[in-house]
Protein backbone atom coordinates (compact mmCIF):
# COMPACT_ATOMS: atom_id res chain seq x y z
CA UNK A 1 0.00 0.00 0.00
CA UNK A 2 1.03 3.58 -0.43
CA UNK A 3 0.63 7.24 0.76
CA UNK A 4 -2.03 7.65 -1.85
CA UNK A 5 -4.31 5.44 -0.75
CA UNK A 6 -4.92 7.07 2.16
CA UNK A 7 -4.01 4.19 4.35
CA UNK A 8 -0.39 3.44 4.39
CA UNK A 9 1.49 6.10 7.04
CA UNK A 10 5.33 5.36 7.09
CA UNK A 11 7.58 7.17 9.82
CA UNK A 12 11.24 8.51 9.10
CA UNK A 13 13.30 7.58 11.90
CA UNK A 14 14.83 11.25 10.76
CA UNK A 15 10.93 12.42 11.30
CA UNK A 16 10.92 13.13 15.57
CA UNK A 17 14.70 13.18 16.24
CA UNK A 18 14.87 15.18 19.90
CA UNK A 19 16.36 18.68 19.04
CA UNK A 20 18.66 19.77 21.71
CA UNK A 21 17.11 21.80 24.04
CA UNK A 22 19.45 24.82 26.24
CA UNK A 23 17.37 25.08 29.64
CA UNK A 24 18.48 25.00 33.03
CA UNK A 25 19.82 21.80 33.98
CA UNK A 26 17.06 19.78 35.38
CA UNK A 27 18.02 18.59 39.36
CA UNK A 28 17.46 14.67 40.40
CA UNK A 29 14.32 12.63 40.66
CA UNK A 30 12.83 14.38 43.50
CA UNK A 31 12.83 11.84 46.83
CA UNK A 32 8.85 11.81 47.52
CA UNK A 33 8.02 12.07 51.07
CA UNK A 34 5.30 9.82 52.86
CA UNK A 35 2.50 12.97 51.79
CA UNK A 36 -0.08 11.94 49.75
CA UNK A 37 -0.25 15.63 47.33
CA UNK A 38 -2.04 15.03 44.16
CA UNK A 39 0.96 14.12 40.88
CA UNK A 40 -0.07 17.15 38.70
CA UNK A 41 2.18 18.89 35.91
CA UNK A 42 2.67 21.21 37.83
CA UNK A 43 4.25 19.33 41.28
CA UNK A 44 6.57 17.52 38.96
CA UNK A 45 7.98 21.00 37.51
CA UNK A 46 9.09 22.16 40.60
CA UNK A 47 10.39 19.33 41.95
CA UNK A 48 12.42 19.12 39.49
CA UNK A 49 12.93 22.58 38.80
CA UNK A 50 11.75 22.37 35.10
CA UNK A 51 9.17 24.66 33.64
CA UNK A 52 5.52 22.88 33.60
CA UNK A 53 5.64 23.68 29.33
CA UNK A 54 8.45 21.39 29.18
CA UNK A 55 6.65 18.67 31.23
CA UNK A 56 4.20 19.32 29.39
CA UNK A 57 5.54 18.46 25.89
CA UNK A 58 7.37 15.66 27.57
CA UNK A 59 3.86 14.28 28.35
CA UNK A 60 2.39 14.94 24.93
CA UNK A 61 5.65 13.92 22.66
CA UNK A 62 7.20 17.55 21.48
CA UNK A 63 10.40 16.83 19.58
CA UNK A 64 12.07 20.02 21.43
CA UNK A 65 13.25 18.38 24.25
CA UNK A 66 16.77 17.25 24.95
CA UNK A 67 16.95 13.07 25.62
CA UNK A 68 18.06 13.85 29.06
CA UNK A 69 15.19 15.70 30.49
CA UNK A 70 12.54 13.56 28.13
CA UNK A 71 14.27 10.86 30.16
CA UNK A 72 13.87 12.19 33.55
CA UNK A 73 10.51 13.41 33.42
CA UNK A 74 9.56 10.03 32.12
CA UNK A 75 11.03 8.55 35.19
CA UNK A 76 9.54 10.47 37.46
CA UNK A 77 5.56 9.81 35.76
CA UNK A 78 6.09 6.67 35.70
CA UNK A 79 7.26 5.92 39.52
CA UNK A 80 4.91 8.39 41.04
CA UNK A 81 1.68 6.98 39.06
CA UNK A 82 0.84 9.87 37.22
CA UNK A 83 -2.35 9.46 34.81
CA UNK A 84 -3.17 12.22 32.49
CA UNK A 85 -6.58 13.26 32.74
CA UNK A 86 -9.33 12.94 29.54
CA UNK A 87 -9.61 15.88 27.31
CA UNK A 88 -12.48 16.43 25.38
CA UNK A 89 -10.17 17.89 22.60
CA UNK A 90 -9.18 14.48 21.37
CA UNK A 91 -9.11 14.02 17.96
CA UNK A 92 -11.86 11.79 15.77
CA UNK A 93 -8.76 9.88 15.56
CA UNK A 94 -7.52 5.99 16.21
CA UNK A 95 -3.74 4.65 15.33
CA UNK A 96 -3.37 0.99 14.00
CA UNK A 97 0.12 -0.03 13.95
CA UNK A 98 1.48 -3.06 11.82
CA UNK A 99 5.19 -4.49 12.07
CA UNK A 100 4.54 -4.51 8.08
CA UNK A 101 1.70 -4.37 5.45
CA UNK A 102 3.38 -6.87 3.27
CA UNK A 103 0.51 -9.20 4.02
CA UNK A 104 -3.35 -9.75 2.24
CA UNK A 105 -3.50 -10.49 6.19
CA UNK A 106 -2.75 -6.94 6.68
CA UNK A 107 -5.05 -5.79 4.49
CA UNK A 108 -8.10 -7.59 6.02
CA UNK A 109 -7.06 -6.27 8.86
CA UNK A 110 -7.27 -2.30 7.49
CA UNK A 111 -10.49 -3.14 6.12
CA UNK A 112 -12.19 -4.36 9.07
CA UNK A 113 -10.21 -1.23 11.65
CA UNK A 114 -11.37 1.32 9.01
CA UNK A 115 -15.33 0.07 8.60
CA UNK A 116 -15.67 0.11 12.31
CA UNK A 117 -13.55 3.57 13.03
CA UNK A 118 -15.96 4.73 10.33
CA UNK A 119 -19.14 3.30 11.88
CA UNK A 120 -18.03 5.60 15.06
CA UNK A 121 -17.29 8.75 12.89
CA UNK A 122 -14.15 7.83 13.22
CA UNK A 123 -10.94 7.72 11.02
CA UNK A 124 -7.78 5.34 11.36
CA UNK A 125 -4.36 6.30 10.65
CA UNK A 126 -2.25 3.22 9.46
CA UNK A 127 1.86 3.15 10.58
CA UNK A 128 3.82 0.41 9.57
CA UNK A 129 7.01 -0.08 11.24
CA UNK A 130 10.54 -1.68 9.40
CA UNK A 131 13.31 -3.46 11.27
CA UNK A 132 15.16 0.31 11.17
CA UNK A 133 12.62 2.13 12.16
CA UNK A 134 13.12 4.20 16.11
CA UNK A 135 10.07 2.88 18.07
CA UNK A 136 10.74 5.98 19.37
CA UNK A 137 9.60 7.97 16.70
CA UNK A 138 5.76 6.84 16.28
CA UNK A 139 5.14 7.08 19.95
CA UNK A 140 6.76 10.60 19.89
CA UNK A 141 4.62 11.74 16.50
CA UNK A 142 1.13 9.73 17.85
CA UNK A 143 1.39 11.34 21.41
CA UNK A 144 2.24 14.76 19.91
CA UNK A 145 -0.56 15.21 17.25
CA UNK A 146 -3.35 13.40 19.41
CA UNK A 147 -5.21 10.04 19.24
CA UNK A 148 -8.32 8.05 20.80
CA UNK A 149 -5.88 4.95 21.27
CA UNK A 150 -3.98 2.51 19.73
CA UNK A 151 -4.14 -1.08 18.23
CA UNK A 152 -1.18 -2.52 17.53
CA UNK A 153 -0.50 -5.61 15.24
CA UNK A 154 1.79 -8.46 16.01
CA UNK A 155 3.39 -6.07 17.69
CA UNK A 156 5.10 -6.45 21.54
CA UNK A 157 5.81 -3.26 24.04
CA UNK A 158 8.00 -3.37 26.45
CA UNK A 159 6.92 -2.45 30.00
CA UNK A 160 8.46 0.87 29.61
CA UNK A 161 6.52 1.71 26.69
CA UNK A 162 2.75 0.32 27.50
CA UNK A 163 3.25 2.39 31.16
CA UNK A 164 4.22 5.45 28.70
CA UNK A 165 0.42 4.99 27.01
CA UNK A 166 -0.61 4.52 30.42
CA UNK A 167 0.69 8.00 31.77
CA UNK A 168 -0.59 9.78 28.44
CA UNK A 169 -4.04 8.15 29.53
CA UNK A 170 -3.98 6.26 25.45
CA UNK A 171 -5.77 2.99 25.51
CA UNK A 172 -4.26 0.06 23.97
CA UNK A 173 -5.96 -3.30 22.25
CA UNK A 174 -3.17 -5.99 20.95
CA UNK A 175 -4.62 -8.08 17.81
CA UNK A 176 -2.36 -11.24 17.56
CA UNK A 177 -0.09 -10.65 20.45
CA UNK A 178 3.28 -12.22 20.09
CA UNK A 179 3.48 -12.96 23.45
CA UNK A 180 1.07 -13.35 26.50
CA UNK A 181 0.19 -9.28 26.49
CA UNK A 182 -0.77 -9.31 30.71
CA UNK A 183 -3.83 -8.59 32.54
CA UNK A 184 -3.66 -4.98 32.30
CA UNK A 185 -3.65 -5.50 28.26
CA UNK A 186 -6.49 -6.07 26.06
CA UNK A 187 -5.85 -8.77 23.29
CA UNK A 188 -8.11 -9.93 20.35
CA UNK A 189 -6.91 -13.16 18.40
CA UNK A 190 -8.81 -16.27 16.88
CA UNK A 191 -9.10 -19.88 17.83
CA UNK A 192 -5.61 -20.75 16.50
CA UNK A 193 -5.01 -23.86 18.56
CA UNK A 194 -8.93 -25.58 17.84
CA UNK A 195 -8.08 -24.44 14.14
CA UNK A 196 -4.78 -26.24 13.79
CA UNK A 197 -6.78 -29.23 15.49
CA UNK A 198 -9.74 -29.18 12.96
CA UNK A 199 -7.08 -28.79 10.02
CA UNK A 200 -5.02 -31.76 11.03
CA UNK A 201 -7.91 -33.97 12.73
CA UNK A 202 -9.42 -33.56 8.92
CA UNK A 203 -6.80 -34.91 7.16
CA UNK A 204 -6.41 -37.74 9.71
CA UNK A 205 -10.33 -38.53 9.08
CA UNK A 206 -9.65 -38.34 5.32
CA UNK A 207 -7.19 -41.55 5.84
CA UNK A 208 -4.04 -39.23 6.10
CA UNK A 209 -1.00 -40.48 8.10
CA UNK A 210 2.28 -38.70 6.76
CA UNK A 211 0.63 -35.43 7.62
CA UNK A 212 3.77 -32.58 7.22
CA UNK A 213 3.53 -28.75 9.21
CA UNK A 214 4.89 -25.79 7.80
CA UNK A 215 4.72 -23.17 11.16
CA UNK A 216 5.16 -19.26 11.43
CA UNK A 217 7.51 -17.83 13.05
CA UNK A 218 7.93 -19.75 16.44
CA UNK A 219 7.73 -16.10 18.65
CA UNK A 220 4.54 -15.72 17.99
CA UNK A 221 1.49 -16.99 20.10
CA UNK A 222 -0.64 -17.62 17.26
CA UNK A 223 2.01 -19.94 15.45
CA UNK A 224 2.59 -22.32 18.36
CA UNK A 225 -0.85 -22.53 18.74
CA UNK A 226 -1.65 -23.62 15.54
CA UNK A 227 1.49 -26.31 16.04
CA UNK A 228 -0.06 -27.58 19.32
CA UNK A 229 -3.22 -27.75 17.50
CA UNK A 230 -1.58 -30.16 15.15
CA UNK A 231 -0.01 -32.02 17.73
CA UNK A 232 -2.76 -32.51 19.55
CA UNK A 233 -5.04 -33.97 16.46
CA UNK A 234 -2.20 -36.61 16.13
CA UNK A 235 -2.30 -37.70 19.58
CA UNK A 236 -5.67 -38.18 19.54
CA UNK A 237 -5.64 -40.20 16.68
CA UNK A 238 -3.31 -42.29 18.20
CA UNK A 239 -0.47 -41.06 15.94
CA UNK A 240 2.77 -40.18 16.77
CA UNK A 241 4.56 -36.86 15.92
CA UNK A 242 7.22 -37.44 13.75
CA UNK A 243 9.83 -34.23 14.38
CA UNK A 244 10.80 -34.64 10.31
CA UNK A 245 7.65 -33.70 9.27
CA UNK A 246 7.17 -30.50 11.65
CA UNK A 247 9.22 -27.64 9.13
CA UNK A 248 10.00 -24.22 10.26
CA UNK A 249 8.33 -21.32 8.55
CA UNK A 250 7.46 -17.78 9.03
CA UNK A 251 4.10 -17.52 7.30
CA UNK A 252 5.37 -16.31 3.84
CA UNK A 253 5.09 -17.75 0.36
CA UNK A 254 8.84 -18.49 0.04
CA UNK A 255 9.32 -20.29 3.47
CA UNK A 256 6.01 -22.57 2.55
CA UNK A 257 8.08 -23.23 -0.92
CA UNK A 258 11.70 -24.27 0.33
CA UNK A 259 10.45 -25.82 3.10
CA UNK A 260 7.78 -28.26 0.83
CA UNK A 261 10.86 -28.68 -1.01
CA UNK A 262 12.83 -30.52 2.25
CA UNK A 263 9.64 -32.51 3.31
CA UNK A 264 9.33 -34.11 -0.97
CA UNK A 265 12.90 -35.49 -0.50
CA UNK A 266 12.20 -37.41 2.67
CA UNK A 267 12.65 -41.03 2.41
CA UNK A 268 8.65 -41.39 3.12
CA UNK A 269 7.36 -37.71 2.06
CA UNK A 270 4.00 -36.81 3.22
CA UNK A 271 0.84 -37.16 1.46
CA UNK A 272 -0.64 -33.90 3.20
CA UNK A 273 0.86 -30.98 4.76
CA UNK A 274 -0.73 -28.57 6.77
CA UNK A 275 0.61 -24.74 6.22
CA UNK A 276 0.25 -22.45 9.15
CA UNK A 277 -0.48 -19.62 6.55
CA UNK A 278 -2.37 -19.18 3.10
CA UNK A 279 0.81 -17.57 2.18
CA UNK A 280 2.69 -20.33 2.89
CA UNK A 281 0.39 -22.85 1.04
CA UNK A 282 1.03 -20.93 -1.87
CA UNK A 283 4.64 -21.44 -1.59
CA UNK A 284 3.41 -25.44 -1.53
CA UNK A 285 2.02 -25.71 -4.12
CA UNK A 286 4.37 -23.83 -6.15
CA UNK A 287 6.91 -26.51 -5.20
CA UNK A 288 4.59 -29.55 -5.72
CA UNK A 289 4.05 -28.84 -9.46
CA UNK A 290 7.66 -28.41 -9.59
CA UNK A 291 7.94 -31.65 -7.89
CA UNK A 292 5.31 -33.01 -10.61
CA UNK A 293 2.84 -33.75 -7.65
CA UNK A 294 -1.03 -33.14 -8.33
CA UNK A 295 -2.92 -31.46 -5.96
CA UNK A 296 -5.23 -33.33 -4.25
CA UNK A 297 -4.36 -36.25 -6.17
CA UNK A 298 -0.75 -37.30 -4.95
CA UNK A 299 -0.47 -34.38 -2.34
CA UNK A 300 -3.39 -32.87 -0.11
CA UNK A 301 -3.00 -28.93 1.25
CA UNK A 302 -4.56 -26.80 3.89
CA UNK A 303 -3.86 -23.70 4.72
CA UNK A 304 -4.69 -21.19 7.26
CA UNK A 305 -6.66 -17.42 7.06
CA UNK A 306 -9.02 -17.86 4.55
CA UNK A 307 -7.23 -14.70 2.82
CA UNK A 308 -9.60 -13.70 -0.99
CA UNK A 309 -7.36 -15.01 -3.03
CA UNK A 310 -7.44 -19.12 -1.41
CA UNK A 311 -10.60 -19.23 -3.26
CA UNK A 312 -9.35 -18.17 -6.27
CA UNK A 313 -6.07 -20.12 -6.80
CA UNK A 314 -6.12 -24.03 -8.32
CA UNK A 315 -6.50 -26.15 -6.85
CA UNK A 316 -9.17 -23.69 -4.88
CA UNK A 317 -7.23 -23.86 -1.45
CA UNK A 318 -8.56 -26.02 1.78
CA UNK A 319 -8.16 -23.92 4.63
CA UNK A 320 -8.84 -22.45 8.96
CA UNK A 321 -11.06 -19.12 7.92
CA UNK A 322 -10.07 -17.01 10.85
CA UNK A 323 -12.17 -13.92 10.97
CA UNK A 324 -10.15 -11.36 10.40
CA UNK A 325 -12.18 -8.30 9.60
CA UNK A 326 -14.23 -8.47 12.87
CA UNK A 327 -10.74 -9.26 14.62
CA UNK A 328 -10.45 -5.71 13.36
CA UNK A 329 -13.78 -4.61 14.55
CA UNK A 330 -13.44 -5.51 17.72
CA UNK A 331 -10.46 -4.09 18.54
CA UNK A 332 -11.52 -1.05 17.55
CA UNK A 333 -14.64 -1.24 19.89
CA UNK A 334 -12.95 -2.49 22.60
CA UNK A 335 -10.54 0.40 22.19
CA UNK A 336 -13.08 3.39 22.35
CA UNK A 337 -14.57 1.55 25.23
CA UNK A 338 -11.96 3.12 27.02
CA UNK A 339 -11.15 6.05 25.42
CA UNK A 340 -13.32 8.45 26.90
CA UNK A 341 -10.99 8.86 30.14
CA UNK A 342 -12.74 5.90 31.98
CA UNK A 343 -10.31 3.02 32.82
CA UNK A 344 -10.54 0.46 29.41
CA UNK A 345 -11.96 -3.00 29.87
CA UNK A 346 -9.11 -5.26 30.47
CA UNK A 347 -10.36 -8.69 28.06
CA UNK A 348 -9.23 -10.93 26.13
CA UNK A 349 -10.92 -11.97 23.21
CA UNK A 350 -10.53 -15.39 20.67
CA UNK A 351 -13.02 -15.38 17.84
CA UNK A 352 -13.95 -19.10 16.38
CA UNK A 353 -12.63 -20.05 13.32
CA UNK A 354 -13.68 -22.44 10.91
CA UNK A 355 -12.73 -25.18 8.22
CA UNK A 356 -13.95 -24.12 5.00
CA UNK A 357 -12.82 -26.99 2.41
CA UNK A 358 -12.22 -26.81 -1.11
CA UNK A 359 -10.58 -28.54 -3.55
CA UNK A 360 -6.41 -28.83 -2.24
CA UNK A 361 -7.47 -31.93 -0.07
CA UNK A 362 -8.86 -35.32 -0.56
CA UNK A 363 -7.98 -38.86 0.54
CA UNK A 364 -4.76 -40.29 -0.03
CA UNK A 365 -4.37 -41.51 -3.43
CA UNK A 366 -7.89 -40.14 -4.76
CA UNK A 367 -8.48 -39.70 -8.15
CA UNK A 368 -11.13 -36.70 -7.53
CA UNK A 369 -11.78 -34.39 -4.36
CA UNK A 370 -14.90 -34.38 -2.45
CA UNK A 371 -15.18 -30.24 -2.27
CA UNK A 372 -18.15 -29.01 0.12
CA UNK A 373 -18.31 -25.34 0.10
CA UNK A 374 -18.81 -24.47 3.65
CA UNK A 375 -17.10 -24.33 7.11
CA UNK A 376 -17.40 -27.99 8.72
Same mark, same amino acid.
Given at each position: ?????????????????????????????? &???????????????????????????????????????????????????????????? !?????????????? /??????????????????????????????????????????????????? &??????????????????????????? !?????????? /??????????????????????????????????????????????????? &??????????????????????????????????????????????????????????????????????????????????????????????????????????????????????????????????? !??
Amino acid at each position: MTGRDGYAHKMSSNGARAASQAVQVPRPAP &QHDGARRPVTIARIAEETGLSTATVSKVLNGKPDVSPRTRKLVQDILLSSGYRKRGSGDA !PPLIDVVFNDFDSP /WAIEIVRGAAAAAQAHGLTVAFTALSEGDERRVWFDHITSRGTRGIILLLS &QLSERQRGELAVRGLPIVVIDPTAEPG !PEVSSVGATN /WAGGLAATKYLVDMGHRQIGIITGPPELLCSRARLDGYRAALERAGLSVND &QLVRPGDFRVKAGYEQAKVLFNLRKRPTAIFAGSDLSALGVLRAAREAGLRVPEDLSVVGFDDIPLAAWITPALTTVRQPLTEMAAVAVRTLLEGAEGGEPPRRRVELATDLIVRESTAPPGATSPVVPEE !PL
